[in-house]
């Protein structure tokens, strides 16, 4: 059974860190493009981040860029979401995606909260 498991969410303060992680099995993890997005109630689900199959090329949305790294260990079957400099406006509910050609597989998300 395919499994996306993300985790790392929580509180934290404007200018702080979080690093999300999201835990695969069921399907074979290094073919697999991995993406995070990101949704608010009553607003759209956004993209925020994507890796590579292998890792060798990454992609951000234009407000994370500079502030956000996503990263993966195959080894692991583990894609990360490494995020500095958080504004209130990051808070929302992260997803983990797993993407190869027809397939798509998605987590359950982990909550993030950036308040003051």
């Known amino acids: 059974q395919v499994q996306l498991v993300e985790s790392g969410g929580g509180l934290v303060q404007p200018g702080g860190s979080l690093r999300l992680s999201c835990a695969a099995s069921g399907f074979t993890f290094s073919r697999f493009v991995m993406s995070w997005y990101r949704q608010v109630l009553g607003k759209e689900r956004e993209s925020v981040a994507s890796i590579t199959s292998n890792g060798d090329s990454t992609n951000y949305a234009d407000s994370m860029k500079g502030r956000f790294t996503i990263s993966r260990d195959n080894a692991k079957n583990t894609v990360y979401l490494q995020m500095n400099s958080l504004k209130p406006e990051d808070t929302a509910m992260y997803f983990c995606?797993?993407?190869?050609?027809?397939?798509?597989?998605w987590g359950q998300g982990t909550q993030v909260t950036v308040s003051s």
């Open positions: 995606n797993a993407r190869m050609l027809w397939r798509s597989y």
